[in-house]
């Protein structure tokens, strides 16, 4: 008799479920917060459901309409991290009272409409000067761009900007970077290691300029599966570059063959940015610089633009735009 009553109160009991989050392409520290704060702020506010964090995933037990709930503002926050790189508490209590992640980015979004991208710990990346807005304005009327200029003008970290935004914005597939392998007047000589140990020296001012923009976990999800490339310009010679935001920074070191070669890598839908500075060409003396030739040769052409940035649009330490007006002097 009494089994009879509690399989039928059994039937009328809540049904409790159990649904699983996978966080591989992000760090738990930045999604879960210090001392799991941002877990604890979410188990306050859904006290029906049991929260477990364990490394990279999130287990949530309760009811099917609570855990839908949950999964609706989970989702939310994660869209919210992908655009603004950060996530605490008062960006969870801001999302689940003023609405959907898509209305708080879209207004967040026109507030900040010069930001082009929201880097790692919700650092706003700008252009910081007239010709680094020149660069953000002529790529969205350009497929092409020829960026040349001095140290410390910000040409690469521009680029790397805009191709990041792209790739968010879903405008492009992917992000090729590219450089040549060139040393600045010094012979380096054996290095350890495979390819791509040798290799890493010379791109390290592109790993700088994404780690800045992008988490590590997703950033490492990116150059694995492809999404983000990083190699040497001898390797783009056969490939044609669709769908892609390609950068070719250093180009003053490539020769007028190489330059040639990248240029001609161009596919369907695709946006090229070439970067460099004429005035520090490391190349053997016999060999010529691509990006001089091309900067006359491409001066003109219909969707190619030509941008030149100078002491002025230095951004490093105030002494770099004194030591480049005194090279200059010299020069002249």
């Known amino acids: 008799?009494?089994?009879?009553?509690?399989?039928?109160?059994?039937?009328?009991?809540?049904?409790?479920?159990?649904?699983?989050?996978?966080?591989?392409?992000?760090?738990?520290?930045?999604?879960?917060?210090?001392?799991?704060?941002?877990?604890?702020?979410?188990?306050?506010?859904?006290?029906?459901?049991k929260i477990i964090a364990r490394d990279d995933q999130l287990k949530v037990q309760g009811e099917d309409q609570d855990i839908e709930t949950f999964a609706q503002v989970f989702s939310s926050?994660?869209?919210?991290?992908?655009?603004?790189?950060?996530?605490?508490?008062a960006d969870i209590l801001k999302l689940s009272g003023?609405?959907?992640?898509?209305?708080?980015?879209?207004?967040?979004?026109?507030?900040?409409?010069?930001?082009?991208?929201?880097?790692?710990?919700?650092m706003m990346i700008r252009a910081r000067t007239p010709n680094q807005q020149r660069m953000v304005e002529s790529i969205a009327t350009?497929?092409?761009?020829?960026?040349?200029?001095?140290?410390?003008?910000?040409?690469?970290?521009?680029?790397?900007?805009?191709?990041?935004?792209?790739?968010?914005?879903?405008?492009?597939?992917?992000?090729?970077?590219?450089?040549?392998?060139v040393e600045?007047?010094?012979?380096?000589?054996?290095?350890?290691?495979?390819?791509?140990?040798?290799?890493?020296?010379?791109?390290?001012?592109?790993?700088?300029?994404?780690?800045d923009m992008i988490p590590t976990q997703k950033l490492v999800g990116y150059l694995e599966d492809g999404t983000i490339e990083i190699a040497p310009l001898a390797f783009m010679r056969g490939r044609t570059l669709e769908g892609a935001f390609a950068i070719l920074d250093e180009a003053q070191n490539a020769t007028e063959g190489q330059l040639k070669m990248f240029l001609t890598r161009m596919g369907n839908s695709s946006k090229f940015v070439i970067t460099g500075d004429i005035t520090q060409i490391d190349l053997p003396r016999h060999q010529a610089s691509g990006l001089v030739q091309a900067s006359r040769l491409l001066k003109g052409i219909a969707g190619i633009d030509l941008i030149m940035l100078d002491h002025r649009d230095v951004v490093r330490h105030k002494l770099v735009t004194s030591i480049i007006n005194a090279y200059e002097r010299e020069k002249k």
């Not at 207004?107 to 929201?118: G, I, K, M």
């Not at 140290?151 to 680029?159: I, M, R, V």
Request: hydrophobic share 40%; glycine share 8%.
């Open 1 to 49: 008799m009494y089994r009879r009553i509690a399989i039928r109160l059994f039937k009328y009991l809540p049904q409790l479920t159990e649904k699983n989050f996978s966080l591989e392409s992000y760090s738990p520290l930045e999604i879960y917060g210090v001392n799991d704060r941002n877990i604890n702020l979410l188990r306050t506010q859904f006290p029906k459901l």
């Open 77 to 89: 926050l994660l869209m919210y991290f992908d655009n603004y790189g950060r996530l605490n508490e």
């Open 98 to 122: 003023n609405g959907t992640a898509i209305e708080v980015v879209s207004t967040f979004r026109e507030a900040n409409a010069d930001v082009l991208v929201h880097g790692r710990n919700g």
């Open 142 to 181: 350009n497929d092409m761009i020829l960026a040349i200029g001095p140290a410390g003008t910000g040409k690469t970290y521009t680029a790397v900007a805009l191709a990041v935004r792209a790739l968010k914005n879903k405008e492009v597939r992917r992000i090729i970077l590219t450089r040549p392998a």
């Open 184 to 211: 600045a007047g010094e012979n380096l000589g054996f290095l350890p290691g495979d390819l791509k140990d040798k290799l890493d020296p010379y791109l390290q001012p592109l790993y700088d300029a994404l780690r």
